[in-house]
């Protein structure tokens, strides 16, 4: 952090390198996840790699079984050696949803950001933009992890004969994502009260 | 819950600085506050006033808070 005389007064101040920073970090996030999520299976799909799907199904170990241990399900990766070209654009849905995720979220934080260093935080866009990523992390999240599962099951069920097996898959919400989007939802709020007393201090000689 | 604009209070300072041949910024100097600040009172722009800043205008002009502020009647 720059030593300015408002840093040395407060050390939780966020000045103009620590906005720097941040919008630094929050753009090599959308980017990391970018190359994970798409670029990376973009990749494998150029070079013809097999494309793979988790899934949760029942195990068997003869060893446990013999010694009377109980166990639950396996995580399973399968493999699509030759998959079609609608099943690999299938696959880059979540991903490409999630980085969509993150960088409409990361515009909204540099946004709101951008109106506190102007010193007008408290106007009616902000407001409406805390809501808008408190939408995104909220919902927006949540519905991701749950398009993943029709989607990985389309897969599964277009190319693979589970033989009697079940198949199941393992939902986890972002619960994370979640108390951040309500949190956000609630500091929304408190910049609708700032705003408020902004008017009222308004014309005050 | 507050209360709409418009208001009907009505600033007299022009008048009382015309009787005292005082300029605005001689009363904005001696009150304490900015020429600016004075200059929206008088022009009927300001939304509050601070009792602070009333007694201080007060006591340099000698008046009344009423002799500063009065409420038009309107159309009621």
Not at chain 1, 8 to 35: E, I, K, N, S
Request: glycine share 10%; aromatic share 6%; proline share 7%.
């Amino acid at each position: 952090m720059r030593s300015t005389r408002r840093s040395r007064q407060d050390p939780w101040g966020f000045d103009r390198t620590d906005r720097y920073a941040f919008v630094g970090l929050l753009g090599l996030v959308v980017l990391v996840q970018a190359a994970v999520l798409v670029g990376v299976p973009a990749g494998a799909w150029v070079q013809g790699d097999p494309l793979p799907v988790r899934m949760l199904g029942p195990v068997t170990v003869p060893a446990l079984d013999a010694a009377g241990v109980g166990y639950g399900e396996a995580s399973y990766e399968v493999a699509f050696d030759d998959p079609s070209v609608g099943l690999r654009l299938l696959a880059l849905v979540p991903g490409v949803l999630t980085v969509v995720l993150a960088a409409w979220a990361t515009w909204l934080v540099v946004a709101v950001m951008r109106a506190v260093a102007s010193g007008e935080p408290f106007a009616q866009p902000t407001v409406r933009r805390l809501r808008t990523l408190a939408a995104v992390l909220a919902i927006g999240a949540p519905v991701v992890s749950f398009v993943e599962l029709p989607i990985h099951g389309a897969l599964l069920g277009a190319a693979l004969d589970p033989g009697g097996r079940e198949v199941s898959f393992a939902v986890d919400p972002p619960w994370e994502a979640v108390v951040a989007g309500l949190f956000v939802a609630l500091l929304a709020e408190a910049f609708v009260v700032g705003g408020r007393l902004r008017d009222d201090v308004e014309g005050l000689v | 819950m507050p209360v709409d604009e418009p208001h009907r209070v009505v600033c007299h300072l022009d008048r009382l600085l015309e009787e005292r041949g005082m300029t605005l910024a001689a009363l904005a100097e001696a009150v304490g506050v900015t020429v600016v600040n004075l200059s929206v009172l008088k022009n009927d722009r300001a939304k509050a006033i601070r009792f602070s800043t009333l007694t201080a205008i007060c006591d340099v002009l000698g008046c009344q808070p009423g002799d500063v502020l009065s409420l038009d009647p309107g159309e009621s």
